[in-house]
């Protein structure tokens, strides 16, 4: 069965590097990805903020979630 | 072609969710996963930090260093 996942980023150079990575290292029969740029979807912030997020990039899943290297904080986006 | 990874920790709760986590959804197709614990094998330390490895966990894969997450500073064990 799929996990859905949901990375969220900003667009910034450290977040396209991490895409880029997890995307190929993820594997896609286990993973649902969603990827959402809370820079032009702001409504989500909401959602990354509820899941424990506290700062782009940051991948989500299940009841974890892992922030990898730093490239903004989530309240620097609002 | 498997890219050869290496995932760094120490043990910390932080690490061992992490490593759950990655382990989880790692391709394995396509990741060779190498786990090595820092204060087990402290001779490791200096290859993390060539690797550009900060903190722990981390996960190190060609050029590429994700530091996931915060357990320790790789400086306090060393």
Same mark, same amino acid.
């Given at each position: 069965?799929?996990?859905?996942?949901?990375?969220?980023?900003?667009?910034?150079?450290?977040?396209?590097?991490?895409?880029?990575?997890?995307?190929?290292?993820?594997?896609?029969? *286990?993973?649902?990805?969603?990827?959402?740029?809370?820079?032009?979807?702001?409504?989500?912030?909401?959602?990354?903020?509820?899941?424990?997020?506290?700062?782009?990039?940051?991948?989500?899943?299940?009841?974890?979630?892992?922030?990898?290297?730093?490239?903004?904080?989530?309240?620097?986006? *609002?």
């Amino acid at each position: 069965m799929k996990t859905k996942a949901t990375f969220y980023h900003a667009g910034c150079p450290v977040c396209v590097s991490a895409e880029q990575s997890l995307t190929t290292v993820l594997d896609p029969e *286990k993973v649902d990805l969603e990827i959402i740029h809370l820079g032009e979807q702001p409504g989500r912030i909401e959602n990354a903020e509820s899941a424990g997020v506290e700062s782009v990039p940051a991948l989500v899943w299940g009841a974890d979630t892992l922030h990898i290297n730093f490239g903004a904080a989530l309240a620097d986006l *609002k």
